[in-house]
């Protein structure tokens, strides 16, 4: 009996001596979960930055009196489209008029004392030859003629000047647009205070040409180093013909049909912003862009090499940043740090972290722990959106 109890202790003992954690052999395999992981690859995906821009025509222009008078009537109607050279308003013209007869008479009087200064100084001419008259005479004949045409060719300007006032009496069309509401009503006396430095004439309307329209938007210092730095690189190459394309939302959120290309960029960088002055040009055949208002916009600024994408799902995050889980060649999860960059929609782009070949969990993720076993099969990421939304309406 001794014995028997001794071989069942012994027994006992032997059951109590295995190691405490469960061996590799003796986990079930039913209890491993299973997991949706996603092969990652490299790719080239396009480059696109978005931004907030406003609408400016593409040429604006004020309308303004070049000379003082009383405005006698409006000759457009506001808000309609108007041509170059089309008149606009017209100012009183007689005391321009009665200036410019003044001036034509002056004109036309010291003509008539040119004429006979120079009939006088042909006759002292001959008359020398003959010794009829000195040297000194003939002298005084052709430096009054000379004194004479002079004093026509400054009447010959004062003329022209009274002519060009009497044309600004007639307010036309600096260019082609849309005039805008009038700041003046007709019988409002508006005048032209000239300086040396330029004209600040009473403003009577503006035109402003939004057939085509520049969007006017600015991009960070910061972004645009890493742009070029890419470049350097070789991770970003040119998207030939859509390189500088322009996708606009409108302030509705609807897309403007017509794509805009880059235009312009500035040289230098604004001290008070940090930023970069940027221009596109779009058709506007409906005139559906009006001065002033802001859009969205995308740019797309080149191809982007080597890039490594995952849905967002597979990225969390901790205290530390930005993880993915991820399944090695042992079956085992691994957390693996990583840094991301915008993508495309419901997509993350990853900078840093990940290779081309990793197998990221992108379902099963709260049953994953690193260093866990797990099962794997692929994502499929049409299934998963059939599975959301069963009955197929797409919404």
Same mark, same amino acid.
């Given at each position: 009996?001794?014995?028997?109890?001794?071989?069942?202790?012994?027994?006992?003992?032997?059951?109590?001596?295995?190691?405490?954690?469960?061996?590799?052999?003796?986990?079930?395999?039913?209890? !491993?979960?299973?997991?949706?992981?996603?092969?990652?690859?490299? &790719?080239?995906?396009?480059?696109?930055?978005?931004?907030?821009?406003?609408?400016?025509?593409?040429?604006?222009?004020?309308?303004?009196?070049?000379?003082?008078?009383?405005?006698?009537?409006?000759?457009?109607?506001?808000?309609?489209?108007?041509?170059?050279?089309?008149?606009?308003?017209?100012?009183?013209?007689?005391?321009?008029?009665?200036?410019?007869?003044?001036?034509?008479?002056?004109?036309?009087?010291?003509?008539?004392?040119?004429?006979?200064?120079?009939?006088?100084?042909?006759?002292? #001419?001959?008359?020398?030859?003959?010794?009829?008259?000195?040297?000194?005479?003939?002298?005084?004949?052709?430096?009054a003629e000379r004194?004479?045409?002079?004093?026509?060719?400054?009447? &010959?300007?004062?003329?022209?000047?009274?002519?060009?006032?009497l044309g600004y009496?007639? !307010?036309?069309?600096?260019?082609?647009?849309?005039?805008?509401?009038? *700041?003046?009503?007709?019988?409002?006396?508006? $005048?032209?205070?000239?300086?040396?430095?330029?004209?600040?004439?009473?403003?009577?309307?503006?035109?402003?040409?939004?057939?085509?329209?520049?969007?006017?938007?600015?991009?960070?210092?910061?972004?645009?180093?890493?742009?070029?730095?890419?470049?350097?690189?070789?991770?970003?190459?040119?998207?030939?013909?859509?390189?500088?394309? +322009?996708?606009? !939302?409108?302030?509705?959120? #609807?897309?403007?049909?017509?794509?805009?290309?880059?235009?312009?960029?500035?040289?230098?960088?604004?001290?008070?912003?940090?930023?970069?002055?940027?221009?596109?040009?779009?058709?506007?055949?409906?005139?559906?862009?009006?001065?002033?208002?802001?859009?969205?916009?995308?740019?797309?600024?080149?191809?982007?090499? #080597?890039?490594?994408?995952?849905?967002?799902?597979?990225?969390? *995050?901790?205290?530390?940043?930005?993880?993915?889980?991820?399944?090695?060649?042992?079956?085992?999860?691994?957390q693996q740090p +990583?840094?991301?960059?915008?993508?495309?929609?419901?997509?993350?782009?990853?900078?840093?972290?990940?290779?081309?070949?990793?197998?990221?969990?992108? *379902?099963?993720?709260?049953?994953?722990?690193?260093?866990?076993?797990?099962?794997?099969?692929?994502?499929?990421? #049409?299934?998963?959106?059939?599975?959301?939304?069963?009955?197929?309406? $797409?919404?």
């Amino acid at each position: 009996m001794n014995n028997r109890y001794l071989v069942a202790l012994c027994t006992l003992l032997a059951g109590c001596s295995k190691s405490g954690p469960i061996q590799k052999a003796d986990v079930n395999p039913h209890m !491993i979960p299973t997991v949706a992981t996603l092969v990652v690859h490299e &790719q080239e995906l396009p480059l696109q930055k978005t931004f907030v821009g406003r609408i400016a025509a593409l040429q604006s222009a004020n309308v303004v009196a070049r000379v003082s008078g009383v405005v006698l009537k409006r000759l457009y109607q506001e808000g309609s489209e108007v041509h170059k050279g089309q008149q606009l308003f017209e100012i009183d013209p007689s005391y321009y008029q009665a200036q410019l007869d003044t001036d034509l008479a002056m004109l036309a009087a010291d003509q008539a004392t040119l004429k006979n200064a120079r009939i006088t100084a042909r006759r002292d #001419h001959q008359q020398q030859a003959s010794g009829a008259v000195s040297q000194q005479v003939v002298d005084d004949a052709d430096a009054a003629e000379r004194s004479v045409a002079a004093k026509v060719k400054a009447d &010959q300007a004062v003329v022209e000047t009274a002519r060009i006032n009497l044309g600004y009496t007639r !307010i036309t069309a600096p260019i082609n647009g849309i005039a805008g509401q009038q *700041q003046v009503t007709p019988g409002s006396l508006v $005048g032209n205070n000239s300086n040396d430095s330029g004209s600040n004439g009473t403003l009577l309307t503006n035109i402003q040409q939004i057939d085509s329209v520049y969007i006017q938007f600015t991009i960070s210092a910061q972004e645009w180093l890493q742009i070029q730095t890419m470049r350097q690189k070789g991770r970003l190459h040119s998207l030939n013909q859509d390189q500088g394309r +322009v996708d606009l !939302i409108l302030p509705d959120g #609807h897309p403007y049909t017509i794509p805009a290309h880059l235009d312009f960029s500035d040289v230098s960088v604004n001290p008070s912003t940090g930023a970069i002055g940027m221009r596109a040009e779009v058709r506007n055949p409906d005139h559906l862009l009006l001065p002033g208002m802001f859009v969205n916009l995308s740019l797309s600024v080149g191809l982007r090499n #080597h890039v490594v994408v995952v849905p967002q799902q597979a990225v969390q *995050q901790d205290q530390d940043g930005s993880y993915v889980l991820k399944v090695n060649a042992e079956n085992k999860v691994e957390q693996q740090p +990583v840094s991301t960059d915008n993508g495309p929609t419901g997509q993350w782009i990853v900078t840093s972290g990940l290779h081309a070949g990793d197998h990221v969990i992108i *379902q099963g993720l709260q049953n994953s722990h690193p260093g866990g076993l797990v099962h794997e099969k692929p994502w499929q990421e #049409h299934l998963v959106k059939r599975s959301e939304n069963p009955s197929g309406s $797409g919404y």
